[in-house]
């Protein structure tokens, strides 16, 4: 009876062994004191930052307070995410968009891996997909966007390839300079092509002088004249630079203002 029992209980831990440990997160993915959002909204977001939280062991989480109850949105937003357990194994991983609506603030804050997930340029960069809602007061979009635009930043950082400004920029860049060279050489093809259709007495010859007036041309001179060069330099990700320490002592990252 001892080995059946033994052997049962080794086979349920390697059972155990065999799939991935997930967090276990304390607080639900919103908490909106403000009643910003309906019933309808906040369970569409809620299953949206579940969603999100599960796949990449991470915290994303809202929390909205109609009268902020810290001294200003850093503070208040660190001390919600501190003594309210968010945050994803024992780092607490995570990151909490905190939005008052007296005064009109938000502030984003970050912890554990978060600050090189989203780093200076990540947080700016999902600033600027939210922020335009606020300021909307269209917060069902505002919070919509920080859940898609969370989800992308962190598929970036699992990738081994945290969100890069100037990177960014550049492909965006070169997209631009690609479709404006490419058009000019699609009409100065399309021209030459109907220019040789139009030549009906064009005679095709053996070597590349027979197409040249005798006597029309005298090269004098001939040099390779070096111009210009291209240098292309790719920054680095960086850490958050705005790392502070919040009143329970843990760092964060952050960012955020008026709205």
């Known amino acids: 009876m001892k080995k059946i029992i033994l052997a049962i209980t080794v086979m349920i831990i390697c059972a155990a062994s065999a799939f991935p440990a997930f967090a276990v997160f304390e ?27 599960k796949q990449y062991n991470f915290d994303v989480a809202i929390y909205t307070e109609n009268v902020m109850s810290g001294e200003d949105a850093m503070n208040t937003a660190d001390d919600i995410f501190d003594y309210n357990g968010y945050g994803a194994g024992g780092g607490a991983d995570g990151i909490l968009l905190y939005v008052s609506a007296n005064p009109r603030k938000y502030w984003f804050t970050i912890h554990g891996s978060g600050e090189s997930f989203f780093n200076d340029n990540g947080l700016a960069y999902l600033e600027n997909k939210v922020l335009p809602y606020l300021t909307e007061n269209d917060y069902h979009s505002a919070f919509k966007a920080y859940a898609e635009y969370s989800g992308e930043l962190l598929e970036m950082a699992a990738q081994g390839k945290p969100f890069n400004k100037k990177q960014y920029d550049m492909k965006y860049l070169l997209c631009v300079i690609g479709g404006a060279l490419l058009l000019p050489l699609l009409l100065a093809f399309a021209f030459m092509k109907r220019k040789l259709e139009k030549m009906k007495t064009a005679v095709k010859q053996d070597y590349a002088a027979n197409y040249m007036k005798p006597g029309s041309m005298n090269l004098a001179l001939s040099r390779d004249i070096f111009l210009y060069s291209t240098v292309i330099k790719t920054e680095k990700p960086k850490s958050n630079s705005s790392s502070h320490t919040s009143s329970s002592g843990e760092s964060h990252g952050g960012r955020g203002g008026s709205y």
């Open 27 to 53: 607080n639900p993915p919103i908490t909106d004191e403000a009643a910003y959002l309906t019933e309808n909204q906040l369970d569409e977001l809620s299953e949206q930052l579940e969603e999100i939280r």
